[in-house]
């Protein structure tokens, strides 16, 4: 069923897996005030339909409520430094606003919730135009154009692949109602961007230049999440290296080329 969760669904349903939103910059960015309905509307009506069925709801929030962190790496209890008035702030609050009304939906009518924090995850069957940085490198490397570079390229992040992220949200869904989260969802191995780039046409053997662009307004300087509650109360860790998962999604992509 194609449904906009702005607008109330009724269905007869036992899980939610509310994942609704546009996740990449570019996309997010287009519609601002449609991506803040999304996440806040969205989670009213997917929050109101769990109430009526009294089903488990599983909300993806994501490392974006800890904006551009002062605290590193990102543990749970970590309060965020985000900006409410930036380009990225329709993302960034409304995921925040959404796990504030999971929380009292919990405190108000015992919802049964769940909330991870998904950390930066790639994978095959990402859309070749998703705009961030693990498919527009590897897209670039294949069709040997520049890399895009943002920034001086010393800015960081920590990829996750996407099966990883699948069982643990799995996990996190069949666990003990009494574990309700907030709980990080990611890899800790963390990578500035240039080595990124650099790895990416090392694995694609690409003649691809790396170019510098400038950087985007309020873009976090690092980012790597602290999995040790994922640990405990999922029995998780994440399974695929980097490097791994770079090569599955590059024979990915090749094969759309
Ligand atoms: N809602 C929905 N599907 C349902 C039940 C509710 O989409 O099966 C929507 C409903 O439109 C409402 C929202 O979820 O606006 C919140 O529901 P809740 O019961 O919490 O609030 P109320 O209906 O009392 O405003
Ligand atoms: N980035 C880049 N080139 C690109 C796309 C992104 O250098 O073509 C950088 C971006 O500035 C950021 C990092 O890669 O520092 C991750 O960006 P992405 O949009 O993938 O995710 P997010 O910023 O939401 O973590």
Redesign the pocket.
Known sequence: MRHDVT?????EVDEIYNLACPASPIHYQYDPVQTTKTSVHGA??????A???KAKILQASTSEVYGDPDVHPQHESYWGRVNPIGIRSCYDEGKRCAETLFFD?HRQ?QLRIKVVRIFNTYGPRMHPDDGRVVSNFIMQALQGKDITLYGDGEQTRSFCYVDDLLEAMIRMMDGPDSFIGPVNIGNASEFSMRELAQEVVALTGSKSKIVHLPMPADDPRQRKPDLTLARQMLDWSPTIALRDGLQKTISYFAQLA
């Open positions: 607008f109330p669904l009724y269905v009213i009506n997917m929050l109101g339909l109430k009526r069925c939906y009518h």
